[in-house]
């Protein structure tokens, strides 16, 4: 039976004050509105819920029996206020957001740091996978916001770029002879290649890469960690293919040698996604747009 919310609310102060008149000041209404609130419950619940006294009313057993009840349906009402007033506020709920590790390290965690150094109350939830990984999450409800390779379509999806990125072969000192001339793409399969495993958006770019050159070429290390490759080619296990931007440091240190080639690799971009069915939270809304300032 759904009776009307405002009926409940006269009947808990008129319960609260037992007094008609005091519950209609306390209410800014009118008093006989009052006594019209209370009788039409009474007639919709079948039972009388207040004794009428000479100096105001007194709960009937069934009177109080409701009571108890409709105390806690409003508290617990006064909680979901209080709750949702905190979540407008930023000091309650979560952040969910994926990417690839790549991503989360050189891009994610610089605006990740931001966002917690001004909203601590918020608890970040973060998923690392591939761009497959990431579009299940997302279309499963289990993240609001995936970071992902572009191109990426998905009619399910709004995806919005973010920024750009070149992709390059490095070397460490064993093989930095070769970074002195351009090399050709079969020139660079005659060096051990150390690649992303397979599935990954980034080893599936470069593989088109080499197809693009008419080579197949075969990875003799595989890993699903680009900071793996670049600590194995600082080592001298061979090229790996890997970020730029991701190893500006050890190019400037000379730790690691970007290899030139005389076929260009195209840049590449990254976005991020949400549903489209669904309206962001509060909180991922203000985290979109520190992803885009």
């Not at 079969?186 to 060096?191: A, D, G, P, W, Y």
């Not at 080639?261 to 991922?284: C, F, H, N």
């Amino acid at each position: 039976m759904l009776l009307n919310m405002e009926w409940y609310r006269i009947f808990l102060h008129t319960a609260k004050l037992g007094n008609l008149t005091k519950a209609a000041q306390e209410l800014h209404i009118t008093q006989p509105s009052v006594s019209y609130a209370i009788k039409q419950l009474e007639a919709q619940l079948e039972v009388k819920l207040f004794d009428r006294l000479s100096k105001g009313v007194k709960l009937t057993p069934e009177g109080a029996a409701v009571l108890e009840y409709v105390e806690k349906s409003f508290a617990i009402l006064q909680l979901g206020e209080t709750k949702l007033q905190a979540l407008k506020n930023l000091t309650a709920g979560e952040l969910r957001i994926g990417a690839s590790g790549p991503v989360i390290k050189h891009l994610l965690l610089p605006l990740l740091d931001t966002f917690h150094a001004e909203y601590p109350a918020i608890r970040i939830r973060l998923l690392q996978g591939k761009t497959a990984d990431i579009r299940a999450k997302l279309k499963a409800g289990q993240i609001e916001i995936g970071l992902i390779h572009l191109p990426f379509s998905d009619q399910e999806l709004v995806v919005q770029h973010l920024t750009d990125i070149q992709d390059c072969f490095i070397v460490g000192p064993a093989y930095r002879h070769l970074s002195e001339t351009a090399m050709t793409a079969n020139e660079l399969t005659q060096i051990p290649l150390l690649l992303l495993s397979e599935g990954s958006s980034t080893r599936m770019f470069v593989d088109q890469w080499f197809t693009s050159q008419g080579i197949t070429a075969d990875a003799d290390m595989e890993l699903s960690s680009m900071d793996m490759l670049v600590e194995l080619a600082m080592r001298g296990y061979g090229a790996a293919f890997v970020t730029q931007t991701f190893i500006r440091q050890e190019l400037d240190e000379q730790k690691l040698y970007q290899l030139m080639l005389s076929e260009r690799i195209p840049p590449r971009s990254v976005g991020y996604a949400i549903r489209r069915d669904s309206t962001p939270s509060i909180i991922a809304k203000r985290f979109i747009e520190l992803l885009q300032t």
